[in-house]
DNA sequence: GTGAAAGCGCTAACAA
DNA sequence: TTGTTAGCGCTTTCAC
């Protein structure tokens, strides 16, 4: 039951075989010059003594690991960064890559720490989801010695690397515009925000880039629409669903009560249906209401919920190419990819100009 | 833009400290005996030179990685791996070890390979969620080379590792006697099977041990609350959302349509809600509803729905803390760790008797 | 086409 | 307490 299996090595191979470490390892590897003869007798030996090679020695000659780090906030009730994770493994396996992933919780010191970790293990290179405060000197490159590095879903304050990011301005504000053109005129926008201790109708500072590109959206798009600027009521939340809720309540028991929210994550959405279900409000029937980033829930409740679509496993497949390619080629440049986003209609906004559902 | 950093490593260090090797990594690696000041100095040099030592080289040494591999099926519309990832990960790091993750997409090849992949990346332990058809030699102890395994969530045939499942059948039972005492007698069942071509209402074979506990709770619940054996209608569903929509509907026009749905996972789960939307049908109204897995979408949807809770982040801790231990203490011991579930009473079953919530 | 030998960065006997 | 040295498993010049 506990007896130890020898672990056959390349000199096992080799000796089995009655060649030396050196024409072994050509032979499996497939460099140099071998004898056809003899390479094929090299593997069928290796085959039989069930030889796998030892990539730890192998990245020790060569110095790469083929493994990339992935730092990432994991919220598993946002089924972004879900997907995202996913995506990313899956296109690093694609390339013979595997992918060492660390949580951050949205904790700047967690961020550090396991990039630490994951430079120690001599990772090829790094995708890291920022977290949105603090300052992020263990991302630039002489902490990271020369290790190629990319950043998802948002920037980070003086890091000069790739970024992977979305281009939520412009669906928030056709969002808007859409709502506005079935005739909401009072609409509120449920905003999450890292770092402030309680709701707040005014904007804090220091929001991150992605938040900020859908703030902005919003506001843009209000504009289009030639809102006057009292139409739009704001509640920044921090992460806590019952803070969430009491934000909505905030919203749904003002002088005009918003016909129209726009919610800036999944999370956010989930406080509304919380507080509509309590009200007995029925979404894309007395509420209306937008979210970003689709889910297979979002598509099946109340009949679909409209949403701001990310492409997020296309944003990922990419950052794993340019993080690749800076792998190959260390030129040090790096670029900003903004991929699009699309407005999703589907049955939660309501055409108050008929009192019925714009695609029904 | 592009000058190389230098990667300090242990000799630099030694040297620009005026030891040796030896001395250098005794004093950063806190072991055997080294003078007070010179530990202190060659820390304080170190640190200057921002050396971070160098993992792969250490795993050479002593033959350990500190790393985890995890083969996981990703499946991003249910929560519950994405849970269970982000558990593992957690439970890993706490301990100090990394985790390199792999995706199968329940595919038996992919498997194979990510392990072997792993294997030759020389992780320490292997978490898997075996993919539920196929044989599974590649996860046996020669195979695997004495490298400690535990299965998660599901056990696999042949496979003699320790292995932590949830007891779904105990609370699946208590769903449907819960259902019973309501009034309902109509009862229908749609299970998720991997390997099915089309939905069938016979049980096939071969389905993996998680969905035989539930199928099992169901019938063990019906024999309790002595239904009749027509009264619980089934169907087997493949992995598609449009064939599960079809079970749904066959389920809905049968002749004696179910009040009471019991879905065996999150995506049976989305297919009901879709053809109750396109239906007019109202869960928690004219139509009742029990899950399994809680999820934070659960929770909110028609004022909470009644779940099957299963504690994955506890399962994933203890499968990590087991695997730990056989890390350390190889003695090939396996046992079957089998967590209780919960049945979470919310809004989604109706009353029959009074034609009320249950809860309300 | 094949072998001998050096060495990636580190740790652990063994000496001193 | 500290230094010397060997070697983990592999790849890669350099000779032959």
Same mark, same amino acid.
């Given at each position: 039951?506990?007896e130890?299996v020898?672990?056959p090595?390349?000199?096992?191979v ?5 060649v030396s470490?050196?024409t072994?390892?050509?032979a499996?590897s497939?460099?140099g ?6 390479a ?5 030996i290796?085959d039989e003594?069930g030889y796998?090679?030892?990539q ?19 919220? +598993?009730t ?6 995202a ?22 904790n ?8 630490t ?5 001599q990772?090829d290179g790094?995708i890291?989801?920022?977290?949105p #405060?603090?300052?992020?000197e263990h ?10 590095i990319?950043?998802? =879903?948002?920037k980070?304050?003086?890091?000069n ?5 979305t281009?939520?301005l412009?669906s ?10 079935l005739?909401?005129r ?13 709701v707040t109708?005014v904007?804090p500072?220091? #929001?991150?880039s ?5 703030i902005?959206?919003i506001k843009h ?14 509640? +920044?939340?921090p992460a806590?669903l019952?803070v ?7 919203l ?7 016909? +129209? ?5 999944? =999370?956010?959405?989930l406080?509304?249906?919380?507080v509509?279900q309590?009200?007995?409000?029925? #979404?894309?029937?007395n509420?209306?209401i937008?979210?970003?980033d ?5 598509q099946?409740l109340?009949g ?20 690749l ?13 903004v991929?699009p986003?699309?407005l ?7 055409d108050?100009r008929?009192g #019925?559902?714009p695609?029904?």
């Amino acid at each position: 039951m506990n007896e130890p299996v020898s672990v056959p090595t390349l000199v096992g191979v080799a000796a089995a075989a009655g060649v030396s470490r050196a024409t072994a390892s050509r032979a499996l590897s497939g460099y140099g010059r071998v004898g056809a003869k003899t390479a094929a007798h090299v593997q069928k030996i290796a085959d039989e003594l069930g030889y796998i090679p030892n990539q730890t020695a192998q990245a020790m000659r060569h110095g790469r690991t083929k493994t990339l780090g992935l730092v990432i906030i994991s919220n +598993f009730t946002n089924a972004y960064f879900d997907r995202a994770t996913k995506a990313i493994v899956d296109a690093a396996a694609e390339s013979g890559f595997q992918v060492l992933v660390s949580n951050t919780a949205e904790n700047l010191g967690a961020e550090r720490e396991a990039v630490t970790h994951l430079l120690e293990k001599q990772v090829d290179g790094l995708i890291v989801v920022p977290v949105p #405060i603090g300052s992020h000197e263990h991302l630039l490159t002489p902490a990271l010695r020369n290790t190629p590095i990319v950043l998802f =879903d948002r920037k980070a304050d003086g890091v000069n690397a790739s970024t992977f990011t979305t281009d939520d301005l412009t669906s928030c504000a056709a969002a808007i515009e859409y709502a506005v053109s079935l005739g909401h005129r009072d609409i509120g926008c449920l905003v999450r925000v890292a770092g402030i201790p309680a709701v707040t109708s005014v904007q804090p500072d220091g #929001i991150i880039s992605s938040i900020m590109g859908r703030i902005n959206g919003i506001k843009h798009g209000a504009a289009a629409a030639t809102l006057p600027a009292n139409s739009v009521q704001w509640r +920044f939340v921090p992460a806590s669903l019952e803070v969430a809720q009491s934000g909505v309540e905030q919203l749904l028991d003002s002088p005009h009560p918003p016909t +129209f929210i726009f919610t800036s994550n999944n =999370d956010m959405l989930l406080a509304v249906l919380a507080v509509a279900q309590k009200r007995g409000l029925v #979404i894309g029937q007395n509420l209306s209401i937008v979210t970003v980033d689709d889910s297979p829930w979002a598509q099946v409740l109340g009949g679909g919920l409209t949403v701001v679509a990310r492409p997020v496993e296309k944003l990922a497949a990419e950052a794993v190419a340019e993080l690749l390619r800076q792998i190959e080629h260390p030129d040090g440049i790096s670029h900003d990819v903004v991929l699009p986003t699309e407005l999703l209609i589907r049955q939660s906004v309501v055409d108050l100009r008929h009192g #019925i559902h714009p695609a029904s």
